[in-house]
């Protein structure tokens, strides 16, 4: 019997209302034989030597991991040079995000960031309460400091920088950031997603270990799922002061990182299995040059791409775009109504997005 008095539904917080659900990139059926480039995954399978190093580490998932991560933490602290109290790792970056605003933001303050950026960040800061403030980017993909700074208001807490931009393409600039940085007060978090690092080659670009020297309220956010592959395994972590980085432990989750995650991301890091990916990364840089000077040959004027991906500003024919792309076998990302994030994929699959571009600019003729 239902009693009129008694809620016949469960509460939620009043900010659940107006966070959008995460939509990931599609996936192909099993078997289809598509070019799944709509999440900015890395193409390689893992290393064998990673591979074994997990399949070794199996028979002790019975155990909880080492929550500290010693030999992981170690080894990024020698590889970054910085002291191993700055680092916190977590389940991807995303979540060492949502761990920094959960340190720092709450309902009545606000986070600043560029958009069109990581579909990830509104998200994060609407768990939290705090608002979100949008700045949107220049004609050109990038993101308008300018404007940045003038949204700045005494409710901000944290201000998030995408670089290079998911899903836009361009990285930062050393310039234009310093010139930023000097008008941010010193209490206002400023995270720096570096989630694309290793594939950038722009020599003006920032460099975050020289910016994190320098800024006391920065912290870079770093990932092994894109450049090192392990993006199926889930981990991630941020460098910063070491006063940062013990307040956003407290908010991580106990044993967030899996014992195979850390294995897996300290054998990446051994210096033979660091030198192949490295190649890797290197081949992927010369196909998004491929990619980047074929699309330019067909005339399309695209944004400066640093990353895996590139952007094809395609506005309201995002959508149908995406939907010619998988009947040719490509899987990419649209963003309706704004434009098209395809991932720099397989040898092959470059020729394929080729194809399927220059098709739709001749589509009417
Ligand atoms: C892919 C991506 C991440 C990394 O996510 P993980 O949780 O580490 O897999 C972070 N930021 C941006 C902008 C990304 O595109």
């Known amino acids: 019997m239902s009693d009129p008095t008694m809620p016949d539904a469960v509460q939620f917080r009043h900010a659940m209302s107006a966070i959008p659900p995460y939509v990931p990139g599609a996936r192909s059926a099993k078997g289809a034989g598509a070019y799944k480039l709509s999440s900015n995954e890395n193409p390689f399978p893992p290393l064998s030597s990673v591979v074994e190093a997990i399949a070794q580490a199996a028979g002790d998932v019975n155990r909880y991991p080492d929550m500290a991560a010693l030999d992981l933490t170690d080894a990024i602290a020698a590889k970054f040079d910085v002291d191993p109290a700055q680092i916190v790792l977590g389940t991807g970056s995303v979540a060492v995000l949502g761990h920094l605003l959960a340190a720092v933001a709450e309902a009545g303050s606000e986070v600043l960031y560029a958009w069109r950026s990581f579909e990830g960040y509104p998200i994060a800061v609407g768990l939290t309460g705090a608002r979100s403030v949008q700045v949107p980017l220049t004609a050109d993909g990038r993101h308008d400091f300018e404007a940045m700074a003038d949204a700045i208001s005494s409710r901000t807490r944290a201000i998030l920088v995408c670089s290079p931009n998911n899903p836009t393409g361009p990285a930062v600039r050393r310039d234009e950031f310093e010139l930023f940085m000097s008008k941010i007060p010193a209490d206002v978090l400023v995270v720096f997603d570096e989630a694309y690092v290793e594939f950038i080659r722009d020599p003006e670009a920032v460099d975050g270990l020289t910016v994190l020297k320098r800024y006391p309220n920065i912290v870079l956010l770093r990932t092994f799922s894109k450049a090192y592959g392990l993006a199926g395994l889930r981990i991630g972590f941020s460098l910063s002061s070491k006063e940062i980085a013990s ?90 109504g704004d434009g098209v994030r395809i991932s720099v994929g397989e040898g092959e699959s470059v020729d394929r997005v080729l194809d399927v571009t220059a098709r739709w600019l001749g589509r009417e003729s």
């Open 247 to 336: 307040q956003v432990r407290k908010a991580s989750t106990p044993f967030g990182v899996s014992s195979l995650a850390q294995i897996a991301a300290v054998a990446s890091l051994s210096g033979p299995a660091t030198a192949e990916l490295e190649e890797r990364v290197e081949g992927l840089v010369r196909r998004r040059a491929r990619l980047c000077a074929g699309l330019a040959a067909q005339g399309w004027i695209i944004p400066q791409a640093d990353g895996n991906f590139v952007w094809l500003p395609l506005k309201e024919d995002a959508v149908a775009f995406a939907a010619m792309a998988l009947e040719s076998g490509v899987i990419v990302r649209p963003f309706d």
